[in-house]
């Protein structure tokens, strides 16, 4: 079974530029989850989509940040424009369904390393 | 607010060991569900093991098994027979239902061969 998908692995850009983040979930996949994680931090969620709706994107930082999943399959992320605190690395990850109790495991992608300079 | 607590930013280990890394947790939600997640070089995130609160048995697969210890909000990993292939950083996480989940900063773990 192939893997989340993720393009470009890295990318280095100046602050106030534009930058878009590819993710393709595993097939059959509703839920799909952007994260972002800084250096030394953990993974903190951006959004999450079922299907092709938004299910959570309260910690998104919507004047800048947006992403979609428009035909409930593959994502972006776009940045724009990018802060220098945007540098982080940013992990895509889907499951098959989303379960209140926690039981369904996230499968995550290598990450795209975002820096700004 | 829920916040997940790792004190130990690196660890290390020799070979065939075991190790213990630690997590403790502050919430005050009675029903929630604990994690903790590998994160090798390649920054593949894969989840090694789950503890729902409401079971007092301790969760183990295979060389890993925790210490849920919920009046202390403790949650520690235990790595039996430590493989160079454990050599990541290792996450601690927490969810209530129908909430993300939130991770701790990590714990760089070494295996010294």
């Known amino acids: 079974e192939a893997g989340v998908a993720q393009s470009p692995r890295y990318k280095i850009i100046e602050k106030r530029q534009s930058v878009a983040f590819w993710c393709n979930p595993i097939?059959?996949?509703?839920?799909l989850y952007w994260y972002q994680q800084i250096l030394g931090q953990g993974p903190k969620l951006l959004i999450q989509?079922?299907?092709?709706?938004?299910?959570?994107d309260s910690q998104l930082p919507k004047d800048r940040f947006s992403a979609e999943r428009l035909k409930g399959v593959d994502s972006t992320l776009k940045i724009q424009p990018a802060k220098l605190e945007d540098s982080a690395v940013y992990l895509c990850?889907?499951?098959?369904?989303?379960?209140?109790?926690?039981?369904?495991?996230?499968?995550f992608g290598p990450g795209t390393r975002l820096t700004v300079l | 607010a829920q916040t997940v607590t790792q004190s130990q930013p690196e660890m290390s280990v020799q070979e065939a060991e075991t190790v213990t890394l630690s997590c403790t947790y502050d919430?005050?939600?009675?029903?929630?569900?604990l994690f903790w997640y590998k994160q090798p070089p390649s920054r593949q995130m894969i989840l090694v093991i789950r503890?729902?609160?409401?079971?007092?048995q301790n969760a183990t697969e295979n060389r890993f098994s925790v210490n849920f210890q919920k009046a202390a909000k403790s949650f520690s990993l235990k790595i039996s027979d430590s493989q160079l292939g454990d050599a990541a950083m290792y996450f601690c996480?927490?969810?209530?239902?129908?909430?993300?989940?939130?991770f701790g900063k990590g714990t760089r773990l070494h295996i010294l061969p």
């Open positions: 990850a889907s499951s098959f369904s989303w379960t209140r109790d926690g039981t369904d495991t996230q499968y």
């Open positions: 097939s059959g996949h509703a839920t």
């Open positions: 989509f079922q299907n092709n709706g938004v299910v959570d």
């Open positions: 919430t005050s939600e009675s029903d929630y569900y």
């Open positions: 503890q729902e609160a409401y079971k007092q």
């Open positions: 996480a927490y969810r209530i239902p129908d909430d993300k989940i939130i």
